[in-house]
T-cell receptor, first 112, second 116 residues
Framework: DQQVKQNSPSLSVQEGRISILNCDYT??????FLWYKKYPAEGPTFLIS?????DKNEDGRFTVFLNKSAKHLSLHIVPSQPGDSAVYFC???????????FGQGTRLTINP | KAGVTQTPRYLIKTRGQQVTLSCSPI?????VSWYQQTPGQGLQFLFE???????NKGNFPGRFSGRQFSNSRSEMNVSTLELGDSALYLC???????????????FGSGTQLSVL
C-alpha cells in the first residue's frame, strides 16, 4: 500500500528553467510534508517542508505547494541549476501516522 | 558536530548468511530509524528506536531485527539473507520521535549490501 506516490521516476529540465516535481498521498491523516534530496553515495538531506495549515512554503529557489483537497504536493525549483541534479523524495507524516512515509523518488537531471 | 555514521559502507554476503549493520546517531539525538532503499521502491521503513525501545516497525519479515543501546547507537541485523535483501540500508537520527511535529530526519550515507 503506497501511501505516498511519486509517479514520475525521472525528469529532465534545461538549466535556468523551472523544475516541478509532483507527489500524491492517500492518507488524509498526514499533516506534515517534507522533501529530501539525495546525491549518489550520500544519504538524503532535508530540503524543505510544509505543514497542512499552509498551502505554500518558500525557501530561496525552492517552493513547496500543498493542495489538501487533491492530496497533492509539488516542489518547484526556479531557476534550475546543474547542482540540483539528484533524486528527490517526498515524505509525509502525522501525529497518528506513527512513521515518516516516503515516496519512490524522482531523479531530476538538469541539462546545461 | 559529527553527522550520522554508518558502518560498513559496503558489504558483500552470500545467501543464508547473516549481517549486522551499525549506526551512530548525531550526538544528543535519541531516535534512530532504519530504511531500506531499492530502485523503484523508494525508502521503505524498517523500524524506529527511541530511548532503547522499538517504537514502530514496518512490514518486513522477522529476519530483520534491530536494537538500540544506551548511548543511542543502533544496530540492524538481517538473518538468513536472500537475494532480494540487496539494497542500500539507511539510518536516520532525530532529536525526538520522527513523527513529532516538524521533526526532521538526518540520514547517514548508508550501507550498500549485496547478496550473492
Amino acid at each position: 500500500d503506497q501511501q505516498v506516490k511519486q509517479n514520475s521516476p525521472s525528469l529532465s529540465v534545461q538549466e535556468g528553467r523551472i523544475s516541478i516535481l509532483n507527489c500524491d498521498y492517500t492518507n488524509s491523516m498526514f499533516d506534515y510534508f517534507l522533501w529530501y534530496k539525495k546525491y549518489p553515495a550520500e544519504g538524503p538531506t532535508f530540503l524543505i517542508s510544509i505543514s497542512s495549515i499552509k498551502d505554500k512554503n518558500e525557501d530561496g529557489r525552492f517552493t513547496v505547494f500543498l493542495n489538501k483537497s487533491a492530496k497533492h504536493l509539488s516542489l518547484h525549483i526556479v531557476p534550475s541549476q546543474p547542482g540540483d541534479s539528484a533524486v528527490y523524495f517526498c515524505a509525509a507524516s502525522g501525529t497518528r501516522a506513527q512513521k515518516l512515509v516516503f515516496g519512490q523518488g524522482t531523479r531530476l537531471t538538469i541539462n546545461p | 558536530k559529527a553527522g550520522v555514521t554508518q558502518t560498513p559502507r559496503y558489504l558483500i554476503k552470500t545467501r543464508g548468511q547473516q549481517v549486522t549493520l551499525s549506526c551512530s546517531p548525531i550526538s544528543g539525538h535519541r531516535s534512530v530509524s532504519w530504511y531500506q532503499q531499492t530502485p523503484g521502491q523508494g525508502l521503505q521503513f524498517l523500524f524506529e528506536y527511541f530511548s532503547e525501545t522499538q517504537r514502530n516497525k514496518g512490514n518486513f519479515p522477522g529476519r530483520f531485527s534491530g536494537r538500540q543501546f544506551s548511548n543511542s547507537r543502533s544496530e540492524m541485523n538481517v538473518s538468513t539473507l536472500e537475494l532480494g535483501d540487496s539494497a542500500l540500508y539507511l539510518c536516520a537520527s532525530s532529536l525526538v520521535a520522527s513523527t513529532s511535529t516538524n521533526e526532521k530526519l538526518f540520514f547517514g550515507s548508508g550501507t550498500q549490501l549485496s547478496v550473492l
